[in-house]
């Protein structure tokens, strides 16, 4: 898996079907020299292609123009002028820094890394871990650099750990990686856009010249952008093409993009945001990075996203529910919103279970002066008006019904009409002289401090000690302003941002071991912080708070570039939709949402028997296949953001069972015949179509394809198909 070649220094970490190759120039420098299909024979020096060895030959790489030069980590200030991996502060003024090459260790597994979510391996998985240990002599500054080598999922994480042995220094800047490419003509930049309900768009643009690439300032991942890029070819598509991956699992402030050279070099990099970072490293002190998640893809982006669904759903996720069938529920926000009390959530209950939905989930509105978004967050103790028996009445009774009890917080919070806020005008996010923003007329509390994180965990644990509450939706609605801590001195304001999350990950930590029962579901404004940060902690996320079936087409699709299915919740809302006045059929409304975490958001009371009739059927088919849409190999086959057919293919492990979902935005007159290609399928069977007595070889259905007229209005199809046995 990982091998080391003394003799030409070249470090190989080699994966099923991929190669990503480093090595050690002259006994000092560490240059990244591939990273692509998987190599037979072993790279030398002439591999690095001409303009770059020359530009070896001709520049002593400490002087000079070395903007050419492929570094593996690279610090500011020795003539490479491109985004560097790591910028330093020196306590002598000096920003300049030189590392060099100093050693390695291969070990077996893959260790945890302190305080930060990651990808892990079990007993049995083929990981292997590379720590390269670099060196700045003159300032006493060691980095290590570390990649686990995931074999057979064909994935390469990587972290780095920064430990200072000399005097005070600040760390302006630290990424979690840095690749440069050279020969890169035509690539494209991809990234997940959007905005607070049309979130993770596909973007595809050129990479042009210079730097570019996205951001979050906003303290976490956000709706504008998602904490993942991916360098393809131009032609790249879902089934061919070279694409290279790179998503962070981290859900603060970040930075990712390419930066050109005139000379078809491109430098990709991913990591925190530099904006208001500034970490004090005492001697001795050290900074670990978060974890950047590296795919290579030889066969376009589908088998990309296939390989991250896998990971993250197996390596990633954990608990409990990581494995088992998770629960159908139905949330009372879309029916009620701040307008319930305990007979009304009964009610709604009450109809749920008879169609077979197991949770009922109480939202936003239930504690204290909390009666709409005004105030009361923070003050976790419930409204006696709306909830005269405590949230320990109203579970009974929900479990009464054979059902499960799940409740809405958002713990990151305060309003300032609150006792909390009252008690602790410091415990918010503030920055001296300034007035805190408020942002849906709440303020953040400071998670970068111990006691603040302390307090939640408290005020949390008692609550789902007392009552039985056995689903926990996690949400967050503003982002961060003035974020500033009345704790850390002025020298560590700096660290406060970064603290935060590192506080919020205490406390779900913390809260998720001592509640290994309790499935938590992470939301923010819908999906804002859908980021592999989260999913360590939460297996799954609100997707988006616009449950409409036809914009869900793209969230969900788009959203499937990076993360599985079975990380979406997805819910059933009434029509006219809500968020855009949209009417679809019941039935459409379940085949979306059922790709996904299903759920229902919307008083069932008001539907029709008919309507009725089809959430009980929905709710069945689920349960027999939800298995395979979330455990399943994922196929985009037709793009919502390129025609008005969605198509997604679900391929069971055992390969027996196929999904084939059929979704259209918009019907089209005599509209023209479309064959949908399948894919995944073993040519050489035979599929029968579930409930018939027909059936399509499996050449046949990649081959020729699956017929289809967009003529109606709302067309859905979910279609099932057997394996026939031999
Ligand atoms: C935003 C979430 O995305 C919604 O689902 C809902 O929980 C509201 N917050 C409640 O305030």
């Known amino acids: 898996m990982i091998k080391f070649d003394k003799e030409s220094g070249i470090f190989y970490l080699n994966t099923k079907s991929t190669t990503y190759a480093m090595g050690v120039w002259n006994g000092e420098k560490l240059l990244h020299r591939y990273w692509g299909k998987r190599l037979v024979n072993p790279l030398n020096k002439t591999d690095l292609g001409d303009y770059v060895a020359r530009g070896f030959e001709a520049v002593d790489l400490q002087g000079g123009n070395s903007d050419i030069v492929p570094f593996e980590y690279s610090t500011f200030g ?64 060691d980095v290590f650099l570390s990649y686990s080598v995931f074999e057979d999922f064909d994935a390469i994480t990587r972290s780095t750990k920064i430990v200072n042995r000399g005097e005070r220094l600040l760390l302006d800047s630290a990424m979690s990686a840095t690749v440069d490419f050279y020969g890169s003509p035509d690539r494209e930049l991809l990234h997940l856009d959007g905005a607070w309900m049309r979130e993770r768009s596909i973007v595809r643009q050129p990479i042009v010249a210079g730097n570019q690439g996205i951001n979050s300032r906003y303290g976490c991942s956000n709706m504008f952008h998602n904490p993942f890029i991916a360098l393809c070819d131009k032609n790249a598509d879902e089934t061919t093409g070279d694409v290279y991956g790179f998503n962070l699992v981290y859900s ?62 197996t390596r990633l996720c954990r608990g409990k529910f990581r494995d088992t069938e998770r629960f159908v529920l139905i949330n009372n926000w879309e029916a009620t919103y701040f307008d319930f009390n305990e007979d009304k959530i009964v009610a709604i209950a009450e109809k749920a279970s008879k169609v077979g939905i197991d949770t009922m989930v109480l939202d936003d509105g239930w504690f204290s002066s909390r009666i709409d978004d005004t105030n009361g967050l923070g003050d976790w103790y419930e409204n006696r008006d709306r909830l005269p028996n405590g949230l320990e009445g109203l579970a009974k009774r929900i479990n009464a019904l054979g059902m499960r009890f799940g ?31 408020q942002a849906r007329n709440q303020l953040t509390l400071d998670y970068s401090r111990d006691d603040v994180c302390d307090y939640i965990i408290d005020t949390l644990s008692g609550i789902l000690s007392r009552a039985n509450i056995e689903y926990i939706k996690w949400d967050m609605n503003r982002c961060m ?160 953001f390129e025609s008005d057919i969605c198509a997604i293919e679900f391929v069971s492990e055992d390969k027996n069972t196929v999904i084939l979902t059929v979704n259209c935005s918009k019907a089209m007159p005599n509209s023209p015949d479309e064959y949908i290609l399948l894919d995944g399928l073993d040519e050489t069977a035979v599929y029968t179509l579930d409930g018939t007595d027909k059936s399509f070889g499996g050449d046949y259905l990649m081959n020729i394809g699956w017929h289809f007229v967009n003529d109606r209005e709302n067309q859905s199809e979910l279609i099932l198909f057997k394996k026939q046995k031999l």
């Not at 491109?82 to 030189?98: C, H, K, L, Q, Y």
């Not at 090459?101 to 890394?113: N, S, V």
């Not at 609150?418 to 007035?435: A, C, F, Q, S, V």
């Not at 029962?517 to 992470?522: D, G, K, Q, R, T």
Request: hydrophobic fraction near 30%.
């Open 407 to 437: 409740l809405w917080f958002e713990p990151e919070m305060v309003n300032p009409g609150t006792e909390l806020y009252k008690n602790h005008p410091d415990w918010i996010l503030h920055t001296k002289g300034r007035k805190p923003s």
């Open 252 to 313: 603060g402030n970040f930075t990712a993009g390419a930066e050109k050279n005139p000379f078809n070099g491109l430098r990709a990099y991913i990591g925190i945001n530099s904006t208001n970072f500034q970490f004090v490293l005492e001697n001795g002190g050290s900074f670990r990075t978060p974890e950047a998640v590296m795919v290579y893809s030889s066969k376009g982006l589908g088998e990309m996203s296939r390989i991250y669904h896998k990971l993250y759903r």
């Open 78 to 141: 020795n003539a490479d002028m491109r985004i560097p991996s790591a910028e330093f502060r020196f306590s002598d003024g000096s920003r300049v820094s030189n590392l060099t090459y100093k050693g390695y260790e291969i070990t077996d597994g893959k260790p945890a890394l302190e305080g930060l979510p990651a990808t892990y391996c079990e007993e049995g998985d083929k990981v292997e871990t590379l720590t390269i240990h670099l060196e700045d002599t003159y300032q006493n500054v």
């Open 481 to 640: 302003s003035e974020p500033g801590s009345a704790f850390w001195d002025g020298e560590h304001q700096g660290e406060v941002m970064h603290r935060y999350i590192l506080g919020l990950y205490r406390v779900l930590e913390t809260l998720t071991q001592r509640f290994p029962n309790v499935l938590f579901e992470s939301c923010s404004s819908g999906g804002s912080r859908f980021d592999a940060g989260m999913l360590y902690y939460m297996p799954q996320t609100w997707t988006s708070d616009d449950s409409d079936a036809v914009e869900r087409l793209k969230i969900q699709y788009g959203t499937s570039v990076v993360y599985p299915f079975s990380s979406m919740g997805a819910h059933v809302s009434a029509v006219p939709n809500h968020q855009v006045g949209r009417i679809t059929s019941f039935d459409m409304r379940c085949n979306v949402a059922m790709a996904g975490q299903f759920g229902f958001e919307l008083d069932l009371n008001k539907c029709t028997e008919e309507e009725l009739k089809t959430a009980e059927r929905a709710v069945k088919t689920y349960r027999e296949l939800g298995e395979v849409f979330h455990k399943g190999d994922c196929y985009r086959l037709k793009s919502p």
